[in-house]
């Protein structure tokens, strides 16, 4: 079945730092791909996506190109703030349609100033 | 200004008593999701409806109910609660296609003493 799979966290980061969150999944053809981001104490909500193989998601300086040869979705950033200090979930819709949506585990990042 | 409105944002109810998490929307939205959000996990779906059509996830357990009376809300009813169901509710809504984006609320918190 569909599944997705994120490093596991957490990641402790300098303020400046790079970022880099990975994440693989299996899917039946070329599904569209999301990054969600949760503050503490909020719900989630859309980092990035893309929709089809190839396609780079960009967003507050957060980057990831769709690769479906190796089947990922890493997210990087050039230069982290403490304020990306949050837990990033990886998505992907289950097949049957409406949007349902399966999430990775969930990475979470701390940066320091 | 929000979108997709959660109340109460805490909820306390005691073992086996009822309780009832509400959710609405101002996005005019035609799919409405409910999810549990244990603590340092992924949200789990439990169930969608495409407007009045209601939708179980296989292994969401019968003690959880819904409803959408409207399109603007949909309530989650737990009818027992135990000290497992302790966990973020989220709420989320989208158009339904899966390019499309998921609007979460801010959570109720549950707790059961």
């Known amino acids: 079945g569909d599944s997705v799979t994120q490093m596991e966290g957490p990641v402790t980061l300098s303020e400046e730092a790079f970022l880099t969150i990975n994440c693989t999944y299996t899917?039946?053809?070329?599904?569209?791909l999301f990054w969600y981001v949760q503050y503490p104490g909020e719900g989630l909500q859309l980092l990035l996506k893309a929709t089809k193989a190839d396609d780079k998601g960009s967003n507050k300086g957060f980057e990831a190109t769709y690769r479906k040869e190796t089947t990922s979705f890493h997210l990087e950033k050039g230069s982290v703030q403490v304020s990306d200090s949050a837990v990033y979930f990886c998505?992907?819709?289950?097949?049957?349609?409406?949007?349902?949506?399966?999430f990775g585990a969930g990475t979470r990042l701390a940066v320091h100033p | 200004d929000a979108m997709v409105i959660q109340n109460p944002r805490y909820q306390v109810t005691q073992f086996g008593k009822p309780v009832t998490l509400s959710c609405s929307q101002t996005?005019?939205?035609?799919?409405m999701y409910w999810y549990q959000q244990k603590s340092s996990q992924a949200p789990k779906l439990l169930f969608h409806?495409?407007?009045?059509?209601?939708?179980n996830e296989a292994d969401t357990p019968d003690n959880f109910q819904s409803r959408r009376p409207n399109t603007s809300f949909c309530f989650l009813d737990i009818r027992s609660p135990g000290l497992g169901d302790a966990a973020m509710y989220l709420c989320?809504?989208?158009?339904?296609?899966?390019?499309?984006?998921?609007?979460f609320g801010p959570g109720t918190r549950l707790t059961v003493l």
């Open positions: 989320a809504t989208s158009r339904g296609g899966d390019t499309d984006t998921q609007y």
């Open positions: 996005l005019n939205h035609n799919v």
């Open positions: 899917a039946t053809g070329y599904p569209s």
């Open positions: 998505a992907l819709p289950l097949s049957g349609g409406y949007n349902k949506l399966i």
């Open positions: 409806y495409y407007d009045k059509d209601f939708n």
